[in-house]
C-alpha cells in the first residue's frame, strides 16, 4: 500500500470516527453501550431516527459474556498497565480502569477522545479505579517499547492498522512475557448471512422498516434495483478488512491463545432493531441467538464476531 494512500485513509478515517461519536454524544440523558456499559441507558429509536440503539440488556444477550471474559483476561494482573487501541468513545479503556489498571488509550478520532474524556470526569465508580491516559495520536507511529505493557488490547482494531502484521510485531515486543494480548474483530460474510440476517428483520418487527417498506425492498432486491445489505466500513478497513486473517495467524504462531470465540453470524441487527414490548423482544432475541449459534455451531454460517485472548510465554 502507498504511503499517500494510507495517509489520506487515516485522515478519513478520523473524520469517519468523529461523525460516529457526533451520533453517540447527540441524544441529552442518553449513554451509548460504546461509550459506558455500566452507565448505558436504554433508548430505542423511532422509524428511521439516525441514532444508535441504546439496550443493555440486548447487548448482554449477543455478546455480554465474551466481553466480560475478555475484559477479565485483559485486567488480569492487579495494577497492570494496559495499552488500548483505537479506544473510541472509552467503554474499554474505562472499565479496564475500574478493575484496577492503568490504561494508555490512543484513537485517531478528535471526538472520540473528548467524548472519553468528558465520560471519563463524570465517572462514578471510583473505588479501586486505576488511570487513563487518553491520546489523540496515531499508535501505529508510536513507540511501544520494550517489555512495557501486562496487557495489548485492540477491540475492533487491528485491522484497522496500516500494517496489522508490523504493529502485531511491535506488540509483541511491547508486551511483557506472560502479558496478555487480546483482539476483536469483524469478520466478512459470506452469502448467505446477509441473507439469513434479512430473513429475521423482514418477518420480525424493526424500528428501521415498516412491513410495507420491507416488501418494497424485497421487491427491488429481487429485481436488481438495490442490494440486500449496504455494508459500512472505514476507510481504513476498506483497505485493510482482508488482514483479520493475518491476526488470527499471528496470534496462533507467537501465543498460547486463552480464549477464541467466533459468533453472531447474522443474528445482531435483527435483534438490536427489534421493536415491541421488552418480553417479546428479548424472547425472540432468544430465539434467533439460539438459531444463529445453532448454525455457526454446525458451520452452515461463520460467526461475524471473533475474540482471540492470547498470552505471550514468558
Known amino acids: 500500500m502507498k504511503n499517500k494512500e494510507v495517509e489520506i485513509a487515516k485522515k478519513g478515517e478520523a473524520k469517519f470516527f468523529d461523525r460516529v461519536a457526533n451520533i453517540r454524544d447527540s441524544k441529552d440523558k442518553v449513554i451509548c453501550?460504546?461509550?459506558?456499559?455500566?452507565?448505558?441507558t436504554k433508548y430505542i429509536p423511532k422509524n428511521g431516527e439516525k441514532f444508535h440503539v441504546t439496550d443493555p440488556y440486548m447487548t448482554n444477550l449477543l455478546n455480554g459474556k465474551a466481553r466480560d471474559k475478555y475484559i477479565?483476561?485483559?485486567?488480569?494482573?492487579k495494577g497492570g498497565r494496559v495499552l488500548d487501541?483505537?479506544?473510541?468513545?472509552?467503554?474499554?479503556?474505562?472499565?479496564?480502569?475500574?478493575?484496577?489498571?492503568?490504561?494508555?488509550?490512543?484513537?485517531?478520532?478528535?471526538?472520540?477522545?473528548?467524548?472519553?474524556?468528558?465520560?471519563?470526569?463524570?465517572?462514578?465508580?471510583?473505588?479501586?479505579?486505576?488511570?487513563?491516559?487518553?491520546?489523540?495520536?496515531?499508535v501505529s507511529e508510536i513507540d511501544l517499547g520494550?517489555?512495557?505493557?501486562?496487557?495489548?488490547?485492540?477491540?475492533?482494531?487491528?485491522?484497522?492498522?496500516?500494517?496489522?502484521?508490523?504493529?502485531l510485531a511491535k506488540a509483541y515486543r511491547a508486551l511483557?512475557?506472560?502479558?496478555?494480548?487480546?483482539?476483536?474483530?469483524?469478520?466478512?460474510?459470506?452469502?448467505?448471512?446477509?441473507w439469513l440476517e434479512y430473513f429475521f428483520e423482514f418477518i420480525l418487527p424493526v424500528h428501521t422498516l415498516t412491513y410495507k417498506q420491507k416488501l418494497i425492498k424485497l421487491f427491488n432486491v429481487m429485481r436488481g434495483k438495490e442490494p440486500l445489505r449496504q455494508e459500512i466500513f472505514s476507510p481504513m478497513e476498506e483497505l485493510k478488512h482482508s488482514a483479520v486473517e493475518d491476526i488470527e495467524e499471528v496470534f496462533y504462531d507467537k501465543y498460547e491463545v486463552l480464549y477464541f470465540k467466533q459468533n453472531n453470524a447474522f443474528c445482531g441487527l435483527p435483534c438490536m432493531r427489534l421493536c415491541?414490548?421488552?418480553?417479546?423482544?428479548?424472547?425472540?432475541?432468544?430465539?434467533?441467538?439460539?438459531?444463529?449459534?445453532?448454525?455457526c455451531k454446525i458451520g452452515l454460517v461463520k460467526g461475524f464476531e471473533r475474540v482471540i485472548v492470547a498470552r505471550k510465554s514468558k
Open 33 to 40: 453501550q460504546e461509550v459506558d456499559i455500566r452507565r448505558a
Open 72 to 77: 477479565e483476561l485483559v485486567a488480569h494482573k
Open 85 to 138: 487501541l483505537g479506544c473510541g468513545a472509552g467503554w474499554l479503556a474505562l472499565e479496564l480502569a475500574r478493575n484496577g489498571q492503568v490504561v494508555d488509550a490512543y484513537d485517531l478520532s478528535s471526538k472520540a477522545i473528548a467524548l472519553a474524556k468528558k465520560t471519563l470526569k463524570d465517572n462514578p465508580y471510583k473505588k479501586g479505579f486505576g488511570k487513563i491516559n487518553y491520546y489523540n495520536k496515531d
Open 146 to 167: 520494550v517489555n512495557k505493557y501486562d496487557a495489548i488490547s485492540g477491540w475492533s482494531a487491528f485491522h484497522h492498522m496500516p500494517d496489522a502484521n508490523k504493529f
Open 176 to 194: 511483557k512475557p506472560g502479558g496478555i494480548i487480546a483482539t476483536m474483530d469483524d469478520m466478512e460474510r459470506g452469502w448467505i448471512e446477509p
Open 276 to 295: 415491541g414490548p421488552d418480553f417479546f423482544r428479548y424472547s425472540a432475541a432468544r430465539i434467533v441467538i439460539g438459531i444463529d449459534y445453532f448454525l
